[in-house]
């Protein structure tokens, strides 16, 4: 069944249309990758579907159920569900990879605080790094600190992943251990929508390319299709 769905989605900034009326639906355990040129609004995008920033018109279903977004009653909720990933990574600096990771747990979640601790090190451990978990976000590399930024969502166990360009903040030395980890979430079988410049690793990992230009959908379909056959 379809996991997430946006119908007719806009969102303006004064006068510009920044989204023009965008759907597009994923369903369970599918990868669509967004790709596009600087400013097609692939980030606004996903902010909108995060409700990060809320649309001006359109629908939002999770798992078929529309998403009121308009009040701010139910909108906790529904961003548990829905994991999201910046380009920098937004961590907590005045806290360890695995109170970082623990946080939402116990904050949002209300889980008790060793079993936080317990369940966020399995996560640490998933993107591989249990043995850094007591470090504090400046001692870790940009790589390391998307990875945890994983962990931390994959924690909240969400529906549905967003990810806005998780490597481009990154030294290209550390962009492929950063993939790595994505490439086993989708082998994980994690439900995905992923805005990235990473053409190739676009082509190797998604159902289907959504190509965006100036708050459109242009075409979309199948890597070898959108991206030709190298
Ligand atoms: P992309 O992620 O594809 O590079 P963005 O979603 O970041 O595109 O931006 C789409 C357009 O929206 C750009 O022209 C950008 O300048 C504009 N934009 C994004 N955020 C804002 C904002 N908060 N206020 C005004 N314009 C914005
Ligand atoms: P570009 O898009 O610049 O051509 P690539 O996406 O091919 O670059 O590679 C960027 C990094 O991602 C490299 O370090 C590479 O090892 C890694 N990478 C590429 N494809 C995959 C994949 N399918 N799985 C895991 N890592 C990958």
Redesign the pocket.
Known sequence: GSVLQVKNLVKR??D?E?LQGLSLEISKGAVKVLI??????????L?CINLLVIPDEGEIFLEGQPIPYRSKKNLHRYRQQVGMIFQEFNLFDHLTALENVAIGLVRVKKMPRDEARARAMEELRRVGLAEHAHKYPAQLSGGQKQRVSIARALAMDPKVMLL??PTSALDPELVGEVLAVIKDLVESGMTMLM?THQIAFAAAIADEIIF?ED?AIVEQGPPQKILGNP
């Not at 596009?36 to 995008?45: I, Q």
């Open positions: 900034y004064g510009r920044i596009g040129p600087s400013g097609a609004g692939k980030s606004t995008l902010q806005d360009e805005a965006m708050g």
